[in-house]
């Protein structure tokens, strides 16, 4: 591949303490205006709508009351988010059904524009399964006993109004289900059509740039795979060779978004617990490569998600108890990952745990390769949880308690320049100087923000189209 010229963005990652999980020590704020004025005055009609107008005398007094509005809005895309993985549990979960999964190949040729009430396919077997599917995950949101998937989907429904008690409740039900699935695949045209323009240029840095932003219109989703994970590693392995980072030199990290493995829009399994894996994963390949020390480092997880930050806090509460955190390792070989992301899930938590039995694969699924990883609960007491809205807060912590290594895949793609920029300030001021932003997104750099681009890793998964990631890591400047 050409190397990239990338142009970066710099602003604020802003992270706020969960009060039940996390430590007394630091303090968390929204980012301050004095911080976000210099990005109020250089991205001018980059800028939203509602400050896009306001007098420049007017913006400082302006400033704490919208901050606080626009973190509720972004908290409210996380409706959006749950909306997007019930479709993908539809599509794809096989705990609520017989029928078979919907492949890719059928999903594309179903047809977004089709009337209200009819099956979005244009094949007769393909609208039967679907149907079906529809009418299986209703039944089972009826009745979702403990399967917490199920429980959650039925969640997402009633707080969009569906009442299951209601005789009209499966009705109401059925059209949920089927607006969400045309909404979910005319943004996927949109999405891919985005791609298409951007590839028209013929410059591949303006492509990354375009999929840096591409879901800033959607809602925020939790769903989370491995492949990424693989690219971390690789990533690192590449900046320790270079020497960007020392042996046994990071002591504390911060996920941006961990993620939790509900159904992804590729693999969508669901026949074991919800799990969340970057954590554990980026824990695992620093001291794989000798870049941490077992009995130091320490990860905190940083998200606005109540479910992501209640799922971290019973994790570590079980380990003080002695209890160690299963990992559920999937492999398909019809996706045919490259022998690297192979060996990768296979020595997957040989630094922070032990092999272990796995749930069983529903028949449905018996070419499906599955491992098991038990995590030591010395480990999983190495975590944190806190509440961040990664756009507009940000922990407060002396220099010598920031963060070594930030980490931010598929995280920054949700927001526009404005917030990227934003994103960035916070990042600046919660890593420690000469600390490590890794992500999968290309930022703007702007002038006055002391974090840039240093170098890059692409790492490809497997022999489809686009299946892959560059991992771009920034670094905080050592001097101001």
């Known amino acids: 591949m050409s190397k990239l010229k990338l142009h970066f963005l710099q602003a604020a990652i802003v992270l706020l303490a969960f009060p039940f999980f996390a430590g007394s020590s630091e303090q968390v704020a929204y980012v301050p205006f004095a911080d976000a004025k210099p990005i109020l005055e250089t991205l001018g009609n980059a800028l939203p709508a509602d400050l896009r107008d306001v007098p420049p005398e007017k913006l400082?007094?302006?400033?704490?009351?919208?901050?606080?509005?626009?973190?509720?809005?972004?908290?409210?895309?996380?409706?959006?988010?749950?909306?997007?993985?019930?479709?993908?549990?539809?599509?794809?979960?096989?705990?609520?059904?017989?029928?078979?999964?919907?492949?890719?190949?059928?999903?594309?040729?179903?047809?977004?524009?089709?009337?209200?009430?009819?099956?979005?396919?244009?094949?007769?077997?393909?609208?039967?399964?679907?149907?079906?599917?529809?009418?299986?995950?209703?039944?089972?949101?009826?009745?979702?006993?403990?399967?917490?998937?199920?429980?959650?989907?039925?969640?997402?429904?009633?707080?969009?109004?569906?009442?299951?008690?209601?005789?009209?409740?499966?009705?109401?039900?059925?059209h949920y289900l089927l607006e969400n699935v045309r909404r979910v695949l005319q943004e996927q045209g949109a999405f891919q059509q985005a791609i298409a323009t951007a590839k028209s240029l013929n410059d591949p840095t303006e492509e990354f740039v375009e999929r840096s932003k591409l879901y800033r219109e959607r809602g925020l989703s939790l769903d989370t795979s491995l492949p990424p994970d693989y690219a971390l590693e690789e990533a690192l392995k590449e900046m320790s060779a270079r020497g960007l980072v020392k042996?046994?030199?990071?002591?504390?990290?911060?996920?941006?978004?961990?993620?939790?493995?509900?159904?992804?829009?590729?693999?969508?399994y669901d026949f074991y617990p919800t799990q969340t894996v970057q954590p554990f994963a980026v824990m695992d390949s620093l001291l794989r490569l000798g870049l941490a020390n077992a009995n130091e480092v320490e990860v905190d997880t940083l998200d606005l998600s109540p479910r992501v930050l209640e799922h971290v806090g019973r994790a570590k509460q079980a380990a003080t108890k002695g209890q160690g955190y299963t990992i559920q390792l999937p492999?398909?070989?019809?996706?045919?990952?490259?022998?690297?992301?192979?060996?990768?899930?296979?020595?997957?938590?040989?630094?922070?745990?032990?092999?272990?039995?796995?749930?069983?694969?529903?028949?449905?699924?018996?070419?499906?390769?599955?491992?098991?990883?038990?995590?030591?609960?010395?480990?999983?007491?190495?975590?944190?949880?806190?509440?961040?809205?990664?756009?507009?807060?940000?922990?407060?912590?002396?220099?010598?308690?920031?963060?070594?290594?930030?980490?931010?895949t598929n995280i920054l793609v949700y927001y526009d320049t404005f917030e990227q920029s934003l994103a960035m300030t916070n990042v600046q001021a919660m890593l420690k100087p000469g600390g490590f932003l890794l992500s999968n997104n290309v930022v703007l750099e702007l002038p006055f923000i002391q974090i840039r681009s240093v170098g890059y890793h692409t790492t490809v998964y497997s022999e489809h189209a686009n299946d892959g990631d560059h991992i771009v890591w920034y670094q905080r400047k050592l001097e101001p």
């Open 60 to 174: 400082e007094s302006l400033w704490p009351e919208w901050v606080k509005h626009r973190d509720a809005e972004i908290r409210e895309r996380l409706a959006g988010g749950d909306a997007d993985s019930v479709v993908n549990f539809l599509f794809f979960g096989a705990s609520f059904t017989a029928e078979p999964r919907l492949t890719s190949a059928q999903l594309n040729t179903i047809a977004p524009a089709k009337t209200q009430g009819s099956p979005p396919g244009s094949d007769a077997a393909f609208q039967s399964i679907f149907a079906k599917r529809v009418l299986d995950l209703i039944h089972g949101m009826m009745a979702p006993g403990k399967n917490e998937r199920l429980r959650f989907a039925r969640k997402t429904l009633e707080r969009a109004g569906i009442d299951f008690s209601d005789r009209n409740g499966q009705a109401g039900a059925e």
């Open 247 to 268: 042996p046994g030199s990071v002591k504390r990290v911060g996920i941006i978004g961990p993620g939790l493995d509900f159904t992804d829009k590729q693999e969508g």
């Open 331 to 408: 492999r398909d070989p019809a996706r045919g990952w490259n022998p690297g992301l192979v060996a990768y899930w296979q020595r997957f938590g040989d630094r922070i745990g032990s092999v272990a039995p796995p749930v069983a694969v529903p028949p449905g699924l018996k070419e499906i390769r599955l491992r098991a990883v038990r995590v030591r609960p010395q480990f999983v007491r190495r975590m944190r949880a806190l509440d961040v809205n990664i756009v507009l807060q940000r922990e407060e912590a002396p220099e010598d308690a920031k963060f070594d290594l930030l980490i931010a």
